[in-house]
């Protein structure tokens, strides 16, 4: 079991993660926006299940193999690092074309089947699975326990986090249609918790 320290420096960076909005937040958004809180939370439900998919193959052998391996443990950070980076200054440099979420209506199965399907092609939190959760398991320790620890934290902390940002969202769903500067300091908030992100994953060692 990873101690206390560990688990708290993990959810910390994890949340950081999860609150930068990427593919899942983007459509949770939306559909919380055009459909309302319930919507909004099916939605959610949906897109964990799909990080269920991520658990799974981790712990079937993913962080496994990159623990035992140090060039691909290095491969892999290397183009998690660039990645990161590239998002950040994506974010940072985008511009507003004044999108508006799409208005059409779709059934709880739908809604529910979208979000796993989105979260289990999502490359944030691929990204994570491969490149940021091996950062912190111990290859003194059996993996596989830390891997389920690791990855049930993440659904749980994804739960908190995605559900809050279906219930605001709802509660906003005019302004969020419609203010066009609000859009543009997420971004910029975004952006650079990305690069921090990179940063740390940069100077992040195997254990």
């Known amino acids: 079991m990873p101690d206390f320290a560990t688990l708290l420096l993990f959810s910390a960076m994890t949340m950081g993660i999860l609150l930068v909005p990427g593919p899942a937040v983007v459509y949770i958004v939306t559909r919380s926006v055009t ?3 319930v919507a909004g939370l099916v939605s959610v439900a949906g897109v964990h299940a799909g990080s269920l ?3 799974v193959a981790a712990a079937l ?3 496994a193999v990159l623990a035992a391996s140090a060039t691909a443990f290095t491969v892999v950070k290397i183009l998690g690092v660039a ?8 974010t940072l440099l985008r ?3 004044g999108e508006t979420p799409e208005l059409r209506v779709y059934s709880k199965r739908r809604l529910f089947w979208e979000g796993f399907v989105v979260n289990v092609l999502n490359p944030k939190t691929a990204l994570f699975f491969l490149a940021f959760l091996p950062q912190f398991v111990s290859t003194t320790e059996p993996i596989l326990p830390q891997v389920l ?6 659904v749980g902390l994804g739960l908190l986090s995605d559900g809050a940002f279906a219930v605001l969202s ?9 203010s ?3 859009r543009r300091r997420l971004d910029i908030g975004s952006g650079v918790i990305y690069l921090g992100m990179g940063a740390f994953l940069a100077t992040a060692s195997k254990s």
């Not at 709802?170 to 419609?178: D, E, M, N, T, V």
């Open 95 to 97: 511009k507003d074309a």
């Open 170 to 178: 709802s509660s906003l769903a005019g302004r969020l249609r419609s």
């Open 149 to 154: 620890v690791f990855g049930g934290l993440w």
């Open 83 to 90: 990645y990161l980076l590239y998002l950040g200054v994506r």
């Open 35 to 37: 459909q309302g809180r």
């Open 53 to 55: 998919v991520h658990i």
């Open 61 to 63: 052998g993913i962080s």
């Open 180 to 182: 066009q500067r609000a």
